[in-house]
């Protein structure tokens, strides 16, 4: 017989959701998850279970014309979240890798700037305590075209 009970504390975390008014569909991804957490999956997929992808498991490209438009379209309501709070001190650095020169003299800041400019899609910068004056600085130099958030 299975175990149909709720997980400790999934019906306090539920009842916060509800209250704060979220959407179920929200609610009940969480609940799957934290089901699974709890029960003790990781997530992690053994290398034993991956398979290369065939040719015949990824789309021609000419298939995918009658999506352009749509995509295009959808670039103005997204955005690129990038993960800017590292400062490498592994690698020796004092400051976020992100403004490392990389490339023509551009740091890769610049380049996401620059490319978060170009298609029009909005640059989130995901900056930590020990990067984000320096991040800032940086974009007040640079002066982009548009700004991240």
């Known amino acids: 017989m299975a175990d149909?009970?709720?997980?400790?504390?999934?019906?306090?975390?539920?009842?916060?959701?509800?209250?704060?008014?979220?959407?179920?569909?929200?609610?009940?991804?969480?609940?799957h998850y934290y089901k699974k957490v709890v029960t003790g999956e990781t997530g992690m997929i053994p290398d034993r279970e991956i398979e290369s992808l065939g040719p015949e498991d990824i789309e021609r490209r000419e298939n995918l014309d009658g999506f352009t438009a749509a995509g295009e379209e959808a670039l103005s309501r997204a955005v690129m979240i990038?993960?800017?709070?590292?400062?490498?001190?592994?690698?020796?650095?004092?400051?976020?890798?992100?403004?490392?020169?990389?490339?023509?003299?551009?740091?890769?800041?610049?380049?996401?700037?620059?490319?978060?400019?170009?298609?029009?899609?909005t640059l989130a910068l995901m900056n930590s305590f020990s990067t984000h004056e320096e991040t800032q600085a940086a974009i007040q130099r640079i002066q982009p075209a548009r700004e991240p958030i």
């Open 82 to 121: 990038v993960l800017n709070g590292g400062l490498g001190t592994s690698m020796g650095l004092t400051g976020p890798k992100s403004l490392l020169e990389v490339k023509g003299g551009k740091s890769f800041l610049e380049i996401l700037l620059n490319q978060a400019a170009r298609t029009g899609v």
């Open 4 to 31: 149909t009970s709720e997980p400790k504390f999934l019906s306090v975390f539920v009842e916060k959701m509800e209250r704060e008014g979220l959407p179920k569909i929200v609610i009940d991804t969480f609940s």
